[in-house]
């Protein structure tokens, strides 16, 4: 499978803060969701991947097409949808639309029209009058209406109720359906990615901590919570990271399976990706 | 890019109301009093595309378009397009407003010294375009406007104490060939400007970390 | 066809639809070559990733449950009667390894077991 975004070695120095060697790689026909805690450096990549910022190292491709020097010819085959950057608000949809048609040359006004009606967003409505959710929704509908191969989110569901998360990953999913498309999104709503994603990456401080499927992760990895004396028979090799807490000991498991088979701890529990960005981020020894 | 063309057009409609009030003032005064007021369309018509960078930046549009394909180049050239385009379609308006009302008020029509004048209006609001912009796309709006609002100042101090201290018709008759070919020198320098000012907007746009 | 995955029972998900899949594969509400639903679409429909199912339908094709035709899809596979038994023996291996450990924890003999054994075997007749 050709990978349809793949990070190299982005690095960008701030004063305040660096994105030190990022990595990662999409395949084509895949969600990923970039998880990490806020000021991790999430945005930060997505804007160097737009070109919004301009990296100080490394190597960007879309679509296997280097960013230094083919961006403009991709562009047009991304869909954005970043956080509070849209089009001014006393626009409306329908203005969209009449702006849009000349901009993107695969823009389909029906399919935008027809995604409008389905999500009961008035196409004469200003944008500052539509609810957070329902300005949200636009913000998708307009990536998807032109058709792009790759849609980029930050953030998409952040803010939303349930039942607006709910009809959005939906799209998102027809959206890949197919197979020729695909979506890299960042979220620290987790649990819409334990559905969803099929891989995950983790940042944390400008550095990747992981970047592994889902099933690696929701099937492999494991709390274990033992009494200390279990904990003192833990070889180092067979934990990730571990925190001491009040009345027992947490450990992050990488493979659940030998750990279970090596040790009786009194409980190994599936792993649920808020615990893992935890114990990663807060626990000791981490040893990544 | 047409399609950013529209997009600042479509704002200007949606938030046309202080500018029809405008209008009607200018047409008011235009009417009953005898001051020249012939630069203040044009003039207005740059100081509400100066309010699209303000809708733009408030929104972090521009963040948005330069996703879109060709978007920060785009931009930049719709920008100064709908710019000309507005001031062109208001110094016309004003040109003809004002033969308009000599013919109603039944004075002398000069057609020549109205053409003169509406031309240098249109070079003088292309001149504060073009510094303007490009010191909107380097340091924001925010910043720029103090800086626009003190060069242009000056150089309208300037102006008017140079035309005080030297009679320019002396000048103009001792130069007789100039009087004829200074409206083509006049168009000349301004697409030299526009040329000058449109390609640092590009460069400082393109550089800009959005 | 219904598939019921749960998210907390702790056993991985492309395991719970690959067993699901198998059970209706061998009691017959899914018959020899019906075509199964694709990657994709399975998917979207369980709200799950895309690799959870590929995975499933791998490990079915793995085990014989299930064959593969280029671009066409997935299908049910003909089940042979073999595959059936291997798959009866291994469940009551299973069991029987559960009542041996049982029995030896208890120091209950392998004599007394196979005793019970044939009691249990006469009765059910």
Partial sequence: MEAILEVK????????????????????GMIMGFIGENGSGKTTTIKAILNLIHKSSGEIEIL?????????????????VLDDMFFPEI????????????????????????????????????????????????????????????????????????????????????????????????????????????????????????????????DKFAIAKCSENTWKQINQKDYLSYKKEKYFYEVLVEDKKAFQKKYNCEVLDTITLDELMLLMIKGDDLKC | MLGL?????????????????????????????????????PFMSVLLMMMTFSYDTFNHWDSYVATFPKGRAGSVRAKYITTLILILLTSLITFFFQVILICIKKQPLELV??????????????????????????????????????????????VQALASAIDLNQILNGLAFFKNIWVPTLILLSLIILALSYFISL???SKKEL | MEIIISNSSGVPIYEQIKEQIKTKILNGE?????????????????????ITTKNAYEELQKEGYVTTIPAKGFYVAHISQELLREEQLQKIENLLVTSILLAKANKISKKKLLEIIEILYEEDE
């Avoid at chain 1, 296997?64 to 954005?80: A, L, M, P, R, Y």
């Avoid at chain 2, 949606?14 to 235009?30: A, D, E, H, P, R």
Wanted: glycine share 4%; with cysteine.
């Fill in chain 1, 91 to 218: 626009l409306s949809a329908k203005e969209i639309d009449l702006i849009m048609k000349d901009t993107y040359e695969t823009w389909d006004s029906t399919y935008f029209y027809k995604l409008l009606k389905e999500f009961s967003i008035s196409p004469m409505q200003q944008i500052k009058t539509l609810s957070k959710g329902m300005r949200k929704k636009l913000e998708i509908i307009t990536a998807l209406a032109h058709h792009p191969k790759l849609l980029i989110c930050d953030e998409p569901t952040n803010g939303l109720d349930p039942i607006a998360r709910d009809e959005i990953l939906r799209l998102f999913q027809e959206f890949i359906e197919d197979g020729t498309h695909s979506i890299f999104l960042s979220s620290h709503i987790t649990s819409d990615l334990e559905h969803i994603a099929d891989y995950i990456t983790f940042i944390h401080q400008g550095q990747i901590l992981l970047s592994k499927t889902r099933d690696e992760i929701m």
């Fill in chain 1, 9 to 28: 070695n982005l690095s960008k120095k701030y004063e305040n803060f660096t994105l030190n060697n990022i990595s990662f790689s999409l395949p084509q």
């Fill in chain 3, 30 to 50: 899914l018959q020899s070559g019906e075509c199964l639903p694709s990657i994709r679409s399975l998917a979207k429909d369980l709200k799950c990733s895309v």
């Fill in chain 2, 203 to 205: 460069k400082v746009y």
């Fill in chain 1, 64 to 80: 296997g097409q280097s960013q230094d020097t083919h961006f403009d010819t991709v562009q047009k085959e991304i869909g954005v």
């Fill in chain 2, 5 to 41: 063309i529209k997009k600042d057009f479509l704002l200007l409609k949606n938030s046309s109301k202080s500018y029809l009030l405008v209008l009607l003032i200018y047409l008011f005064l235009g009417f009953i009093g005898e001051m020249d007021f012939s630069f203040i369309l």
């Fill in chain 2, 113 to 158: 010294l109205l053409l003169e004048k509406m031309l240098g209006t249109i070079f003088t609001t292309i001149t504060i375009l073009c510094i303007s912009y490009p010191a909107i796309y380097k340091f924001g709006l925010e910043k720029a406007r103090i800086g626009i609002f003190l060069v242009v100042f000056v150089l309208a101090f300037a």
